[in-house]
Nanobody
Framework: EVQLVESGGGLVQAGGSLRLSCAAS????????IGWFRQAPGKEREGVSC????????YYADSVKGRFTISRDNAKNTVYLQMNSLKPEDTAVYYC???????????????????WGQGTQVTVSS
């Protein structure tokens, strides 16, 4: 059974940091691209960042470039999202997702991903 479990969310003040983790099981982790998405109340789910399976490429939404860093530890079947300089507009439920294909410049489309975690809440207070 494929499972993705996010953790590390919480309440933080603006300017603070959090590190999210996405622990995967039930599939060959090395072969999957892993993306982070977020969804705020009343808004569509949006791509935040992605790490490819093939060449180590990473992608970021313009809104988080320079503040967020994605990394993966294939030995631990885990992907991390280090979030620094957090802003109130980063408040959302954060999800990780997995797909067998590397989608390159289309990485941010949620519909391209086959597997999803349950999400973890991130709240940034002003």
């Amino acid at each position: 059974e494929v499972q993705l479990v996010e953790s590390g969310g919480g309440l933080v003040q603006a300017g603070g940091s959090l590190r999210l983790s996405c622990a995967a099981s039930g599939f060959t982790f090395d072969d999957y691209a892993i993306g982070w998405f977020r969804q705020a109340p009343g808004k569509e789910r949006e791509g935040v960042s992605c790490t490819s399976s093939s060449d180590g490429s990473t992608y970021y939404a313009d809104s988080v470039k320079g503040r967020f860093t994605i990394s993966r530890d294939n030995a631990k079947n885990t992907v991390y999202l280090q979030m620094n300089s957090l802003k109130p507009e980063d408040t959302a439920v954060y999800y990780c997702a997995a797909d067998t294909l590397d989608h390159g410049s289309s990485w941010y489309w949620p519909l391209l991903y086959d597997y999803w975690g349950q999400g973890t809440q991130v709240t940034v207070s002003s």
